[in-house]
């Protein structure tokens, strides 16, 4: 080893521990192979509907601005299920290991200075800037970003999955109270569209704050769980509360 | 539902039981294969769904009011074949079903002899894997009833459906038997429609669209289906489409 990657691996701090980095690329190949399936799946009848029934014929409330492609069904649903089993799966186990390990609780929940209006208002600016928010430390996660996470794991993931059900007959034939959830099989259908809308929303800011905070140290913790980034960055907490 | 019904379905339900979730992609004996990694996630798609429908609930029925003004009609909507033609315009007086295969007295029903039969009425959404979706009213004989009639031997396991229009697909006794399973010949509070399958269409509410066949040519019990053409159940699996359609 060579004295300036000895000293590089040196300033090298942790970041993600292995089952994060492990269940975050299965995700994100997983939700890459939905995102084309399901648009796939999509372009049979690019329309969107409320209540139990839609069809070409019948009036729609949006029509999205996509080409009609009824050849790519077989395929797309192909796709669209292995890799829904695999988000489905992965995810069960990322949840299991952060619930038990205590990482949703220390790691994604704002601690009680994040949630003060005035640290909220002034990471909403950093924000605003688009600039990048300066990412914090390796030791904490700034307050929007802790929300946006939590969003997607406790909402958004879940209201994917469950109007994704409710379009199974085989599924709803055991739990019609789906239909009484979502209101109805095309109100799920376009439900599904939407939070699929919300999720790529927020991949786009993911990938542009990464982008925009030293992509390549990021890329490094999230590859190899070790970062150069000190252990305080420049959103450090004041004082533990304790 | 008679006895033999009721031992069918117990028979089918425990086949896909906690034996069938270990053998993986023997979930079903006989049944149709999938090669790769799609054929993993249909497996673990139908088991799942076994599971959950182990109890053979119904698929929720509306009232007559809730029935859709528009209904597409896709793929066939008057079959080009000169036997079928003929008998439409006779109003499908010389039409046969014939019920064949692994059963004890083989025979061929006409549509008379099917609307003699007890009858059940429901009214169902239609769920397309192309993502539009109809309620329609559904008039037609039981699928275990026709099987109870012509007596369906023990070791038959699947019931194979050929269409007019050269289309076939194939069904395990779970589905086949499950009440709502019907060989519909009104729709709506009427005969039937030629675009919807005149005289008679297969009903199998807890999966897709596509596995409700229209125009049926003939019915067979099978105790095996992976022999016929590419082992793969069905005419849409050949497709690239999955046999079990229920998501």
């Known amino acids: 080893m060579t004295n300036a990657m000895t000293a590089r691996a040196e300033k090298a701090v942790p970041r993600h521990p292995l089952w994060v980095r492990l269940t ?13 399936s399901g648009l796939a799946i999509l372009l049979a009848l690019p329309r969107l509907f409320w209540g139990e029934t839609g069809a070409n014929d019948a009036p729609a ?15 797309g649903r192909n796709l669209h299920f292995l890799a829904a089993w695999i988000f489905v799966l992965n995810g069960a186990l990322y949840g299991l290991v952060a619930l038990a390990s205590g990482h949703l609780l220390r790691r994604l929940t704002p601690d009680r200075d994040q949630l003060h209006p005035r640290h909220i208002a002034a990471d909403i600016r950093v924000h605003w800037r688009l600039t990048g928010s300066g990412a914090a430390g390796a030791d904490r996660y700034n307050v929007l970003q802790k929300l946006a996470y939590l969003a997607v ?5 879940p209201v994917m999955l469950l109007s994704g059900l409710t379009m199974s007959p085989g599924v709803t ?18 439900i599904h569209f939407l939070s699929a809308a919300g999720l790529v929303g927020f991949l786009l800011i993911h990938v542009w704050q990464v982008l925009a905070n030293g992509p390549l140290d990021l890329m490094r913790g999230m590859i190899t769980g070790r970062s150069a980034r000190p252990k305080s960055g420049p959103a450090a907490p004041e004082e533990d509360p304790r | 539902m008679s006895d033999l019904t009721r031992r069918r379905l117990m028979l089918g339900s425990s086949a896909m039981g906690v034996g ?26 139908l088991a799942t769904q076994r599971l959950l429908l182990r109890d053979q609930p119904l698929v929720r029925e509306f009232g007559p009011e809730a029935i859709s003004a528009v209904f597409p009609t896709i793929n066939t909507t008057d079959p080009d074949n000169p036997d079928y033609r003929r008998s439409k315009a006779s109003g499908f007086s010389d039409w046969r079903l014939p019920v064949s295969g692994l059963v004890e007295r083989p025979a061929a029903f006409t549509l008379a002899a099917l609307r003699a039969m007890p009858a059940r009425t429901q009214v169902t959404l239609h769920s397309c894997e192309q993502g539009w979706s109809a309620i329609g009213g559904w008039t037609g004989v039981p699928l275990s009833h026709v099987l109870a009639s012509v007596g369906l031997k023990p070791e038959a396991r699947f019931i194979v459906i050929r269409t007019v229009d050269g289309w076939w697909d194939s069904y395990d006794l779970f589905d086949a038997l499950h009440p709502q399973t019907i060989l519909a010949y009104g729709m709506n509070g009427g005969a039937l429609p030629v675009a919807h399958g005149a005289p008679v269409r297969l ?23 992976d022999g016929l ?8 699996s050949e497709m690239g489409f999955s046999w079990y359609a229920g998501i």
């Open chain 2, 203 to 225: 009903r199998v509410e807890r999966q897709l669209g596509y596995k409700s066949l229209k125009y049926l040519a003939s019915i067979e019990a099978t105790d095996r289906v």
């Open chain 1, 173 to 190: 034939a055991a739990y019609p109270e789906l239909f009484t959830l979502f209101g109805g099989r095309q109100s799920a259908r376009t």
């Open chain 1, 61 to 75: 409330w949006i029509v999205l601005p996509l080409p009609v492609n009824l050849e790519q069904t077989g395929w």
């Open chain 2, 229 to 236: 053409g590419q082992g793969r159940g069905s005419m849409v």
């Open chain 1, 153 to 157: 794991i406790l909402v958004l993931a």
């Open chain 2, 20 to 45: 069938g979730l270990l053998g993986g992609c023997e979930l079903i004996e006989n049944g149709p294969r999938r090669p790769g990694l799609y054929g993993l996630s249909d497996t673990l798609t």
């Open chain 1, 24 to 36: 975050h690329w299965v995700n994100t190949g997983a939700f890459l192979a939905l995102l084309v």
